[in-house]
């Protein structure tokens, strides 16, 4: 397994950026399809960006496309979620997800998570 820990989130107000950052430990980073999800309050966990592992394919939901990008440096085992013009619906818990089958879109996918950080933003 991948060992992930996300850092970066905090408190913005809406229309402000935010990067988050995951570092990854243990097995080989680079073979492992990275992606993020994010859960709000009382609602499912659902998906965000997903970067592939074999051609660096990026893939977001519609909610943040344009908004948000997605990127990896496997020489750092880290992977990055840029968010750009952050509205207050971005607000949730945000993870970092890795795994070796590629269904960028299902948290299924992903057998290893962080433990997530918090990402509010303001009125």
């Known amino acids: 397994q991948v060992q992930l820990v996300e850092s970066g989130g905090g408190l913005v107000q809406a229309g402000g950026s935010l990067r988050l950052s995951c570092a990854a430990s243990?097995?080989?980073?680079?073979?492992?399809?990275m992606g993020w999800f994010r859960q709000a309050p009382g609602k499912e966990r659902e998906f965000v960006a997903a970067i592939s592992w074999s051609e660096g394919r990026e893939y977001y939901a519609d909610s943040v496309k344009g908004r948000f990008t997605i990127s990896r440096d496997n020489a750092k085992n880290m992977a990055y979620l840029q968010m750009n013009s952050l509205k207050p619906e971005d607000t949730a818990v945000y993870y970092c997800?890795?795994?070796?089958?590629?269904?960028?879109?299902?948290?299924?996918?992903?057998?290893?998570w962080g433990r997530g950080t918090q990402v509010t933003v303001s009125s």
């Open positions: 997800a890795a795994g070796v089958v590629w269904k960028y879109y299902s948290a299924s996918a992903y057998a290893n």
């Open positions: 243990g097995r080989t980073f680079s073979n492992y399809n």
